[in-house]
């Protein structure tokens, strides 16, 4: 399996959500390109992406004439143009693109691309609504997010009851049921996800635990 910076990636669409996906691929180094109708679009992008490209998303020979059949990964983001996104998803899978991925603006959007063949389907307004409400469900709470229907990965600050103490003394699965899979010190950008069980919590530390989606309101009471 190719590793991330091997693949090639394609976003189609280039407004805010297409044009952050491809700069976010581009600050990893990965081999990008992006294409847009509007050459404002793709103008914008030209000193960040490996190719930004002017064309006719629903021309499948414009499409071909950029190397979008040699893409590992695309990214189809007009998600408020249905005509459009259609034509893309089908001209996609036409090129034979391995892994598309599509964003919609509704449930029925995301029920036609799913049909059409895409491998994954996004909402961003309604998946940034969820995190937004669920990031504020606990005081505690710095940024969360959903494992499966069951459990959750939370980042949270160190409870001052634990500073200064080892994970190994806390104990905190026995405790209260949860795991701790990194340890963010002091701010720093940088996580540690293998984290020694007898490492000293200090504070400012944040900690990233797998919790059940269901008890978020122990957080409230660590304290």
Known sequence: MKKYKDRQY???????????????????????????????CVDRLADIVTQAIQCDITDIQQ?????????????????????????????????????????????????????LGANKVVRPEKEMGEQVAKSVLGKNIIDIVDLDHEYCAVEIPAPKAWIGKTLVELDIRK??????????????????????????????????????????DMFDDME
């Open 10 to 40: 394609a976003v189609l669409g280039l407004g805010i959500f297409g044009s952050t996906v491809a700069k976010t691929l581009s600050k990893y180094d990965c081999d990008v390109i992006a294409v847009d109708n509007d050459i404002k």
């Open 63 to 115: 499409l071909k004439a950029a190397g979008i059949q040699d893409c590992d990964v695309a990214i189809v983001s007009m998600g408020t143009k249905l005509e459009e996104s259609v034509m893309a998803i089908i001209n996609l899978k036409e090129l034979g693109v391995p892994y598309i991925i599509a964003k919609a603006k509704n449930k029925r959007y995301m029920q036609i691309f799913m049909e």
């Open 175 to 216: 405790k209260f049921g949860i795991n701790v899979i990194g340890i963010r010190r002091h701010h720093d950008e940088h996580m540690d996800v293998s984290p020694d069980p007898n490492y000293c919590i200090e504070e400012d530390d944040h900690l990233m635990v797998i919790t059940d989606a269901n008890a978020l």
